[in-house]
Every structure is written in C-alpha cells, then in structure tokens.
C-alpha cells in the first residue's frame, strides 16, 4: 500500500437554507454555493429568500472537465 501524498483540509459551514460556504486551500477568500433555477425548483429553495449560487453538482462538473 502506498503512502498517503495529500489531505485535503477543507472546512464547510451552513449559512441557511440551502447556502453553504467552504474554505478550500489556497483560496484566500471563501467559496459559496447554494443552488439556482431548476436545482432550486427541484429542492423546493426559495431563490428569492436565499439568492442564486453555484452549486455544488456546478463545481464537480467543472472540475472534471478542467
């Protein structure tokens, strides 16, 4: 079995309903998600209430593709 090479250290805090915001390294500054159009449809989330963010399906599909 090999060593391990890296942990990731990545923080994730609720901010309310469906917003969160993470703390990734080497990002000086925050990374917030939440949810838009039919993602928040789906979820039954509120845009008006809680704005419209990225979400996370968004990041895992975007890092893939890079």
Known sequence: MSAVVYTSLVTIRRLG?????????????PVKFGVHSAIAQHYG?????????ATTLDYVVAATGG
């Open 17 to 29: 309903g469906p917003n969160r915001e993470a703390r990734l390294p080497a990002e000086p500054d």
């Open 45 to 53: 989330a509120d845009v008006a209430t809680y704005g419209e963010r």
